[in-house]
T-cell receptor
């Protein structure tokens, strides 16, 4: 089974609108972290936001927020007030075993290509 | 404060040659990770190293691939006798350390695009 599933290969959004990028995950570990990265066409990986499995509140970082629904095992990224510069590939990732020494490797989804239009 | 540095940014090798990819972590970071991104796919974990130690190599192909992070100098990912299927982007990431209570984020380098002809 896929540990990270991103079901939207491509998304379009109008400038200044909000957009939600979906991410579901699969783990039996009680301690884990969820990350979102942005990869523009230039190729670098840019960290956006992090959510820990024990965090009580949903994470927010500027225009990015993470809609964390633990029971549904989903960690959707919400981008508010989209800008042309938000056009990029977005990856959801998970690190398991935060408190059990499970290592530090990230497992990535296949990504969602977001295009922001005028 | 320089970020994670990788070189070369682009590397072209003929089948059968060796490829050496270098990664210098951020200042103060002692943990290095290598990931591979095949075309149209997400990143796949390859190996996790600390200085002079391989901590987790569960994602490394069994043959032709090796990695090191010496006491001095950059981390090296080495691919011997490259084949066309090795063509990919190879990303290095670093983190300051592993503490059980803090999930340090990984800072990624710009990647090395390897093309095997």
């Amino acid at each position: 089974a896929q540990k990270i599933t991103q079901t939207q290969p491509g998304m379009f959004v109008q400038e200044k609108e909000a957009v939600t990028l979906d991410c579901t995950y699969d783990t039996s570990d009680p301690s884990y972290g969820l990350f979102w990265y942005k990869q523009p066409s230039s190729g670098e990986m840019i960290f956006l936001i992090y959510q820990g499995s024990y965090d009580q509140q949903n994470a927010t970082e500027g225009r990015y927020s993470l809609n964390f629904q633990k029971a549904r095992k989903s960690a959707n990224l919400v981008i508010s007030a989209s800008q042309l510069g938000d056009s990029a590939m977005y990856f959801c990732a998970m690190r398991e075993g935060l408190f059990t020494g499970g290592g530090n490797k990230l497992t990535f989804g296949t990504g969602t290509q977001l295009k922001v239009e005028l | 404060n320089a970020g994670v540095m990788q070189n070369p940014r682009h590397l072209v090798r003929r089948r059968g040659q060796e490829a050496r990819l270098r990664c210098s972590p951020m200042k103060g970071h002692s943990h290095v990770y290598w990931y591979r991104q095949l075309p149209e796919e997400g990143l796949k974990f390859m190996v996790y190293l600390q200085k002079e130690n391989i901590i987790d190599e569960s994602g490394m192909p069994k043959e032709r691939f090796s990695a090191e992070f010496p006491k001095e100098g950059p981390s090296i990912l080495r691919i011997q006798q490259v084949v066309r299927g090795d063509s990919a982007a190879y990303f290095c990431a670093s983190s300051p350390g592993l503490r059980d209570s803090l999930p340090y984020e990984q800072y990624f380098g710009p990647g090395t695009r390897l093309t095997v002809t």
